[in-house]
């Protein structure tokens, strides 16, 4: 097919707005499947991302659309990731693209992620097609939502597209507005090869699988390929190529332009990541195209088997989710509370929650985990530095110059009724405010610097139950800053347990040690004798509390008469202490290790 009638897009918006039933009407109408075929939500494929309602995975699906002027266009919807914690990899998706739907619900209005999204979106150069949603709703206002397109956002609002992707009202006007609007790729076959692979993942048959989109070049059946990040020589030969209807279709080559598969018996998926440069092994470019990076994990936390002989099984389990997760990081840890277990990085605080999600589902695992730190830069005396994402890797505080910790951008959007609660959250957690901005029907944008550290605690779940679910927010790493933060260590029975340590700033370290070993007293069950908890800096005792000795067993109720009701309290108990560490002689819970995140 010749480039003139390419489009390439993707769409864009805000979480709930509408992405993924645009797409699956686009889909329908242009015949890409039969209706049978159709699930209800073709775009979400993972189970955890329709519990979610995210997108985890980019997808793609290759359209063809007869327009009024009679010519038939390929237009390539390149699907994005919904979430903060994936910034690089919808970054990386738009870049594949000339062009992208923005999702305005016509009910709410811009939201925190339209905004990040959008600017993405700029940030690529891309054509943005307004598009207002779900006007069939009788609280649906089409005026005041491309009124905050204009004002918000900056764009102009004035041909927006007013649609339902629910009953599929205006969907031929985005059809023809994505022939109309967004630019098609310029042919550049004659070019050396450069594709990007804007998504890869693994399959069990095949190996890496990559969508790519190819720059420059063609590429074929049969050609010798390599990728540029890669330092060695290593290559590959294409084994199939293709487009996705969404089905794969095998296709004999694709040129500049293209947006489709390519498998080439790549056997880890970590040698084939997002954001790199496919080229031909012969007459290949010399250049790779722009924006690569490496994932970096920002936050952390130790994940330890309950039972330590599952401890082989853990490691075999993190290893198969690395195979599909390559983001994903993890290596030995030895915890002398917990025993051996492992140190994962992550990129974000949802990336965290899935991964460890789906260890427990996927792979049946009981697992306890300790409470999220992010990295830290640790400048010493002696003019080196340290990056630790781990409390117990602390130096001694006499040999440190300064500390660093990362900090974040936030823009978060509100009723007006809830900004006070809201500052006094940011100012708790210690936000620095940039800017407040009314955006209409009683609405206020604001933005907040804050350290990452602070948000990794709880912070979303706090911004939900300060706004009744009303705020919306989306955030992006800013850089490093100095700050004062200490580690505040936990004694359980005199004994200090490495795994609740904790690195905390300065000014809240008191507070934080108090509330904690209060949670802590209330998590951690009676044991046969009094256990004493403390909280401590450096030598320092900053809070201690008490679990009294159990009086009675439990069981003595039951005067020995009623053996099922005897037999089904013991098998309770023994349930309950399923996810129990023995910490010295005394049984800890899980819910202990993350007690810091249920302060409050
Ligand atoms: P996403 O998070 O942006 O992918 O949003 P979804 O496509 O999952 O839609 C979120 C919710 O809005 C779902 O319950 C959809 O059924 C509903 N929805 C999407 N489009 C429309 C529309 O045009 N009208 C109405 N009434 N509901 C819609
Ligand atoms: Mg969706």
Redesign the pocket.
Known sequence: INQSHIRNFSII?H???????LADRLIEVTGALSERQMKKQVLDSMELEQER?ITIKAQTATLNYKAKDGEIYQLNLIDTP?HVDFTYEVSRSLQACEGALLIVDAAQGVEAQTLANVYLAMENDLEIIPVI??I??PSADIEEAKRQIEDVIGLDASFAIPV???TGQGIEDVLEAIVEHVPPPQNLDEKPLRALVVDSWFDSYVGAVALIRVFEGTIKKGDRFRLMSMPTAASYEVQDLGYFVPAPFSTPHLDSGAVGFLIGGIKKLADLKVGDTVTTLKNGATEPLPGYREPKPMVFSGLYPVDSADYNELRDSLEKLHMNDPAFTFEPENSSALGLGFRCGFLGMLHMEIVQERLEREYDLDLITTAPSVIYRIYKTDGTMIEISNPSEFPDPAGIDRIEEPTVLANIFMPEEFVGAMMKLCQERRGMQQDMKFIGQGRVMLTYRLPLAEMVIDFYDKLKSVSRGYASMDYELADFSPDDVVKLDVLVHAEPVDALSLIVHRSIAESRGRDLVKKLRELIPRQQFDVPLQAAIGGRILARETVKAVRKNVTAKCYGGDITRKRKLLEKQKAGKKRMKSIGSVEVPQEAFLAVLKLG
Do not use: V
């Open positions: 918006a979480i709930d707005h509408g992405k993924s039933t309602g919904g949603n779900k069939d709703l339902s992707a629910k």
